[in-house]
C-alpha cells in the first residue's frame, strides 16, 4: 500500500506539471488571436497564460513551476526561433508568476477571495507589482538584442505590463472561484441568471461593435452580477466584456475605429482595467457584508436558544456550565 502511494505521488506531480503546461500553451495560442502591434512587437491586450500561472500556483504549489516553464517555452518556440534572447523570455514568464505567488502568500492571500484586502492585494501585489519583472526583462532584451530601438522602450514596455497585469486580474480570479461554483438552489436565481445572461449577450456585443461611445453601459451589467452573484458572477461578466471589447480594437471595430494604435491601446486598457476593478472590488465588498450578515445571524440564533433553555430551567446547550446556587455561591 505503501509503495503504490509512493509511485501516485510522482505520476500525479507529473500529470499535473504537462496539464499546468497544456493550459499555459493554450491560453497564449488563445491571447495570440488578439494581438496589437506596437513599434514592430506583437502585444497582447490581455495574456492569459500570466493568469493560468497565477492561479495554478496558487491552487497547486510552487512545485509546479517546470509546467509554467514548459508552457511558456512552447509559446517562445510557437512565435519564434529559439535562441539567446529565447532563455531570457523563458525566465520572465517564469519569474513573474512566481514572484505573484511570493508577494500574495507574504501578504496572508486567500484563494476563496472572501475578503477585500485578498482582492486588493491580487490587484496591487499579483497583477500591478509582480508582473513588472516580466515586462521589464522582456523589453529590455528586445532593446540589448536589437529588434527594439532604445527610444521605443517605454512604448512596448508599458502595453507588455499591462496585458500581464490583465491576466492575473481576470483570468486567476475565475480560476480560483471556478472549483466553488454551485447552481443556483431556487428557480428563481436561475430565471435571474439566465436574463443577466441574455442582457449581456445582447448589451455588450453592441456596446463594444457600435461607433458611439457606449462602453460605459456595460457597467451597470458588472454591478447587478456583483449584487446579485458575487464574484463568480461579476468576474465572468467582465471577462465576457473585456474579450469582445479586446476583439473590436484589434479589429479596428466599433468605438475603437478611426483612431490612432495609442488611443486604441489607451482606451482598451482603460475600459479592461476598470471592468476587471469594479467586478473584483464591489462582489468583495458585498461577499464581507454577506459573510458578516451570516455571522450576526448565527450569534443571535444561539443567543436565543441560549436564553429558552435558561429561562426553561434546562442546562444551556453546547456543555455550558452553570452556575450553582447555594449558601457558599457567589
Avoid at 508552457?71 to 520572465?92: D, E, K, N, Q, R
Avoid at 480560476?175 to 438552489?185: G, K, N, W
Avoid at 472590488?281 to 451570516?294: D, F, G, M, P, W
Amino acid at each position: 500500500m505503501v509503495a503504490r502511494q509512493d509511485l501516485r505521488t510522482p505520476a500525479v506531480y507529473v500529470l499535473q506539471t504537462l496539464a499546468v503546461a497544456a493550459c499555459y500553451y493554450a491560453g497564449g495560442r488563445l491571447g495570440l488571436l488578439y494581438e496589437l502591434r506596437v513599434d514592430g512587437s506583437v502585444v497582447s491586450p490581455i495574456w492569459p497564460p500570466t493568469g493560468i500561472a497565477v492561479a495554478s500556483l496558487l491552487l497547486l504549489g510552487p512545485r509546479v513551476w517546470p509546467g509554467i516553464a514548459l508552457g511558456a517555452l512552447l509559446v517562445i518556440a510557437h512565435l519564434t526561433s529559439l535562441g539567446p534572447a529565447s532563455l531570457g523570455l523563458l525566465f520572465a514568464n517564469t519569474a513573474a508568476p512566481l514572484c505573484a505567488y511570493w508577494l500574495l502568500r507574504r501578504a496572508g492571500f486567500r484563494t476563496d477571495l472572501g475578503r477585500l484586502r485578498d482582492c486588493l492585494t491580487l490587484v496591487f501585489l499579483g497583477g500591478f507589482a509582480a508582473m513588472l519583472v516580466s515586462s521589464t526583462i522582456a523589453a529590455g532584451l528586445l532593446v540589448v538584442s536589437g529588434d527594439l530601438p532604445a527610444g521605443s522602450f517605454w512604448s512596448v514596455w508599458l502595453p507588455w505590463w499591462v496585458g500581464d497585469a490583465m491576466g492575473v486580474l481576470l483570468i486567476t480570479p475565475a480560476l480560483l472561484v471556478l472549483p466553488r461554483v454551485r447552481s443556483p438552489a431556487h428557480w428563481s436565481r436561475w430565471k435571474e441568471a439566465v436574463g443577466l445572461a441574455v442582457v449581456a449577450g445582447v448589451v455588450v456585443p453592441f456596446a463594444t461593435q457600435s461607433t458611439g461611445s457606449l462602453l460605459f453601459s456595460v457597467y451597470p451589467l458588472l454591478i447587478w452580477a456583483a449584487l446579485r452573484f458575487e464574484l463568480p458572477g461579476s468576474i465572468l461578466c467582465a471577462l465576457f466584456a473585456s474579450a469582445l471589447a479586446t476583439a473590436a480594437a484589434t479589429e479596428r471595430a466599433g468605438p475603437f475605429a478611426h483612431v490612432s494604435d495609442m488611443q486604441i491601446m489607451v482606451n482598451l486598457h482603460a475600459f479592461n482595467a476598470a471592468a476587471a476593478l469594479t467586478a473584483l472590488l464591489l462582489s468583495a465588498v458585498i461577499t464581507e457584508q454577506h459573510n458578516t450578515r451570516r455571522s450576526v445571524e448565527l450569534a443571535c440564533q444561539e443567543l436565543v436558544e441560549v436564553l429558552e433553555h435558561l429561562t426553561a430551567g434546562e442546562p444551556a446547550p453546547h456543555g455550558r456550565p452553570q452556575r450553582e446556587e447555594g449558601p457558599g455561591a457567589r
